[in-house]
């Protein structure tokens, strides 16, 4: 109420002094023809205005804006991948069975181009995620995500987190994983019907993970290539990664 109240003194303010404005031109050289030829071109030129300022002005700001919460919210994932991404990527990666049908699109270098990622990504789409749970032991990941738990908090609650969708949507899948372990006192002697429903959790972060992580490094190739450097050297899917530069 208070800010509708002070809008409408604002406006009263402006158009009392247009109306003096125009009274003291009209005192000064009567010339009321003058005056309503400037009025009318004046508001014609009103819906043009509004044209330029709401559909162009505001809509590049905008952009601009989202762009600045995006650059913002990618060095959020990255320290995401940091602390716990890619160490879960590394551990459901050693245990999907079928990994080998999709490596060789996941093992990148310095060369990689626009081109090169668009074909990962359409692999990746076609490729069936698997986690084998006879051979995945369940305490490693619980340890990790009660460790890191905090951090993980902190990360959703990040209302950046509404700027991207499918980061948003791994969130809830690493959350909901680590609530399924922590709510198993014994994940030693599980029935393999646990085991499967599990398994089938990790499968889901697994996916999302994978699919994350490949846009985060085409956002390094394109505006950080010393942090590409890097992850090109520490790659969860190259056996032979390593972070000394050769």
């Given amino acids: 109420m208070r800010t509708s109240s002070w809008e409408f003194r604002l406006a009263s303010s402006l158009v009392i002094a247009s109306a003096l404005l125009y009274t003291f031109h009209y005192v000064i050289f009567h010339d009321m023809h003058h005056i309503f030829i400037y009025m009318v071109g004046d508001v014609a030129f009103v819906p043009i205005e509004v044209l330029l300022v709401t559909l162009l002005i505001h809509r590049l700001l905008e952009r601009r804006e989202r762009t600045r919460k995006l650059e913002k919210l990618n060095i959020v994932i990255g320290t995401f991948f940091s602390e716990v991404g890619t160490r879960l990527l590394t551990y459901f990666s050693d245990h999907d069975p079928n990994l ?81 372990l922590e709510s ?32 985060y490094m085409r956002h390094l190739k394109d505006h950080y290539p010393y942090l590409f450097s890097l992850a090109m050297r520490t790659n969860p899917f190259d056996e032979g990664a390593t972070p000394m530069v050769k």
């Fill in 100 to 180: 080998d049908d999709i490596k060789s699109h996941l093992v990148f270098d310095a060369e990689w181009d626009e081109k090169s990622f668009t074909r990962a990504a359409r692999a990746l789409e076609a490729y069936s995620y698997d986690i084998d749970e006879g051979t995945i032991e369940m305490r490693p990941v619980r340890d990790l995500l009660h460790e890191e738990r905090d951090f993980l908090v902190r990360v959703l609650e990040n209302p950046l987190l509404l700027e991207h969708e499918s980061f948003t949507e791994l969130m809830q899948a690493v959350f909901h994983l680590a609530e399924e």
């Fill in 184 to 215: 198993r006192k014994d994940l030693s002697s599980l029935p393999a019907s646990d085991r499967s429903h599990l398994a089938l959790d990790m499968k889901r972060v697994y996916t999302r993970l994978v699919t994350q992580w490949l846009l």
